[in-house]
């Protein structure tokens, strides 16, 4: 069951940072709004897999009172969220999959409304990737941080203060409104901004690339506070 939490916060993860690959490659000028209608139920399915993620963390935390298995849930969440994001980098596989997604999500929301997709052809790699898009990658990665260790970093933390729960709940909400603040002052204005202007893929990639280092980066802080 405990392997179900670290799944359940990979796909939330993954569900996160896909959307703004749908947003790319999901174009229909005819169904705008219904289209991000249909990205958005998407994306709410990423608040689902956090809510079987935090009761079996606090399951573990507070009734088994195992810090090594909420350290292993931990590290092993964040390395799965490396390998799921992987895939994005694929035009094949991201182009196909968001599709088939919003196919499937049309079918049921939409009543089957008839989008016809823009077809987006595969991009030429990009070798100054991240040239003059340091702000946009910094930002990323510090939204992605402190997002993911606001959630995850909790339980295993909480071993160390057990008598000050209350607080350490508090501070995560903090640092994760932060992160919030960042994502919509910062992020969000860019890649929607990019995508409007007919660009958008350069601004994905450095999403994506960011959001790896971040859980590459949580893996490494857990192998070394352990």
């Known amino acids: 069951m405990f392997i179900i939490a670290a799944i359940a916060y990979a796909f ?3 569900i996160d940072v896909s ?15 219904h289209l991000l209608s249909l990205i958005n139920i ?11 993620f935090a009761p ?14 909420v350290w292993f849930i931990t590290i092993v969440a964040h390395f799965l969220v490396i390998l ?18 919003i196919k499937i999500l049309n079918r049921f929301f939409g009543k089957s409304k008839p989008i016809q997709l823009q077809i987006i052809r595969k ?11 340091w702000v946009l990658f910094a930002s990323n990665y510090i939204a ?12 295993y933390v909480s071993f160390s203060f057990p008598q000050k729960a209350l607080i350490l709940s508090s501070m995560t909400q903090l640092i994760n409104m932060f992160g919030s603040i960042i994502l919509i002052i910062f992020i969000d204005p860019r890649i929607m901004g990019a995508i409007d202007d007919g660009a958008g893929y350069k601004e994905i990639k450095i999403l994506t690339t960011s959001r790896i280092l971040v859980h590459i980066t949580l893996v490494l802080i857990l192998i070394f506070i352990r």
Do not use: W
């Open 123 to 133: 991009h030429s790699r990009e070798v100054n990737l991240f040239s003059k898009n």
């Open 19 to 33: 959307v703004y690959h749908f947003k790319y490659y999901i174009q229909d000028n005819k169904n705008t709004r």
């Open 56 to 69: 079996i963390m606090a399951f573990v935390t507070e009734s088994v009172k195992d810090k090594e298995e």
């Open 12 to 14: 939330s993860i993954f």
């Open 84 to 101: 799921f994001l992987l895939p994005l980098y694929s035009y094949r596989f991201t182009s196909s999959f968001s599709v088939i997604v």
């Open 144 to 155: 992605g941080f402190l997002f993911s260790i606001s959630i995850t970093f909790l339980y």
């Open 42 to 52: 998407f994306q709410y399915c990423s608040r689902g897999f956090i809510l079987i």
